[in-house]
T-cell receptor, first 115, second 111 residues
Framework: KAGVTQTPRYLIKTRGQQVTLSCSPISGHRSVSWYQQTPGQGLQFLFE???????NKGNFPGRFSGRQFSNSRSEMNVSTLELGDSALYLC??????????????FGPGTRLTVL | EDKVVQSPLSLVVHEGDTVTLNCSYEVTNFRSLLWYKQEKKAPTFLFML????IEKKSGRLSSILDKKELFSILNITATQTGDSAVYLCAVRGGSNYKLTFGKGTLLTVNP
């Protein structure tokens, strides 16, 4: 079974621009979560989507948004980029919130650098 | 607010040592606790624990969960340099079973 894939793997943008990151979950997984990872803050939860609906949201400003498509693929968008948005953005998928085996499997991440 | 605290933040040991990593949590509607290992890439899953006192074991790694005292430990015996990584603890719970991560423990195993 293919793992979680994320594109692009690396991205360089300038302040004020916007960016869209993509995540394809493991086949059959319906839940997709996004995290921001920085050296100082660790792994911080952005949001979680399940069956095209956002069911959890972290404490990030409205510049961070996401969506999920009917095939469970997800995108996250960051508008008006700031220097502090430079981070590794990780996507994780899991099978179903109801099942007891709700382990999340991570993709390789997208390394975003904002200049 | 849900909280997961890991200790120590970093640890340096020699090959062959045994280490114990700690994870305490305050989470409503607790459902599961997960351990991940992160080297210079995405976290990889190690264990998931859902019941008090159950020990999970895989080779030199083992973990237990104490739901009464709200903590878990990850034990690594006979450490090797390849065990050097950040170990992350995460707890699923809250109103919508969100996964909350601790800041991790950086383990360095010297030869």
């Amino acid at each position: 079974k293919a793992g979680v894939t994320q594109t692009p793997r690396y991205l360089i943008k300038t302040r004020g621009q916007q960016v869209t990151l993509s995540c394809s979950p493991i086949s059959g997984h319906r839940s997709v979560s996004w995290y921001q990872q920085t050296p100082g803050q660790g792994l911080q939860f952005l949001f979680e989507y399940f069956s095209e609906t956002q069911r959890n949201k972290g404490n990030f400003p409205g510049r961070f948004s996401g969506r999920q498509f009917s095939n469970s693929r997800s995108e996250m968008n960051v508008s008006t980029l700031e220097l502090g948005d430079s981070a590794l953005y990780l996507c994780a998928s899991s099978a179903d919130r109801v099942e007891i085996t709700d382990t999340q499997y991570f993709g390789p991440g997208t390394r975003l650098t904002v200049l | 607010e849900d909280k997961v605290v890991q200790s120590p933040l970093s640890l340096v040991v020699h090959e062959g040592d045994t280490v114990t990593l700690n994870c305490s949590y305050e989470v409503t509607n607790f459902r599961s606790l997960l351990w991940y290992k992160q080297e210079k890439k995405a976290p990889t899953f190690l264990f998931m624990l859902t019941s008090s006192g159950i020990e999970k074991k895989s080779g030199r790694l083992s973990s237990i969960l104490d739901k009464k005292e709200l903590f878990s430990i990850l034990n690594i015996t006979a450490t090797q340099t390849g065990d050097s990584a950040v170990y992350l603890c995460a707890v699923r719970g809250g109103s919508n079973y969100k996964l909350t991560f601790g800041k991790g423990t950086l383990l360095t195993v010297n030869p």
